[in-house]
T-cell receptor
Framework: DQQVKQNSPSLSVQEGRISILNCDYT??????FLWYKKYPAEGPTFLIS?????DKNEDGRFTVFLNKSAKHLSLHIVPSQPGDSAVYFC???????????FGDGTTLTVKP | DAGVTQSPTHLIKTRGQQVTLRCSPI?????VSWYQQVLGQGPQFIFQ???????GRGNFPDRFSARQFPNYSSELNVNALLLGDSALYLC??????????????FGPGTRLTVL
């Protein structure tokens, strides 16, 4: 039973447009959510996170939205750049757990 | 500052053999977690260690074991290797009791191939 799901294996967008990556979770006990980016031959790199007490968190071009009632979160990248092309993992955790449950990732391709 | 380091980078073993993977966390990080990433899937949690004690274990068989040393480095051991153990093994470190404890820093991984 997969507790964190990313239903879109891939997404392609034009440079300068918005990229929206989606993630659903089933365990209502999760209270901390993270997005990681992964390039080939590298480990995942932390991108942005959000606590369940918030519904939005922004960091530059990246914004994460959390809808607790729907158990859904999304990552918005505006504007998208070719360097953003990577695999994006959604992860869920419990506060202060120091470990996460990951989705299977979405491969984002930003075309020049 | 050096990031999380893992060794070896690549490893080829045959079924039934044993393997040891190594990880050095970021300096000052006391928590180390191990993940297995099979091609096309996300990282799956195997173990978490903090202050040399196991703090969590994922749904993996007893063939998988780990330990953490006084310098906070860690080893992951897998016995009686199966073909299905072929994967990228990721080590991640984090700093407990900080606001960003859940943020983990990953190493580049060890690619294990079992023939």
């Amino acid at each position: 039973d997969q507790q964190v799901k990313q239903n879109s294996p891939s997404l392609s967008v034009q440079e300068g447009r918005i990229s929206i990556l989606n993630c659903d979770y089933t365990n209502s006990m999760f209270d901390y959510f993270l997005w990681y980016k992964k390039y080939p031959a590298e480990g995942p790199t932390f991108l942005i996170s959000i606590s369940s007490i918030k519904d939005k968190n922004e960091d530059g071009r990246f914004t994460v939205f959390l809808n607790k009632s729907a158990k859904h979160l999304s990552l918005h990248i505006v504007p998208s750049q070719p360097g953003d092309s990577a695999v994006y993992f959604c992860a869920a955790s419990y506060t202060n757990a120091g470990k996460s449950t990951f989705g299977d990732g979405t491969t984002l391709t930003v075309k020049p | 500052d050096a990031g999380v380091t893992q060794s070896p980078t690549h490893l080829i073993k045959t079924r039934g053999q044993q393997v040891t993977l190594r990880c050095s966390p970021i300096s000052g990080h006391k928590s180390v977690s191990w993940y297995q990433q099979v091609l096309g899937q996300g990282p799956q949690f195997i173990f978490q260690y903090y202050e040399k004690e196991e703090r969590g274990r994922g749904n993996f068989p007893d063939r998988f074991s780990a330990r953490q040393f006084p310098n906070y480095s860690s080893e992951l051991n897998v016995n009686a290797l199966l073909l299905g153990d072929s994967a990228l093994y990721l080590c991640a470190s984090s700093l407990p009791r900080t606001a960003d404890y859940n943020e983990q820093f990953f190493g580049p991984g060890t690619r294990l191939t079992v023939l």
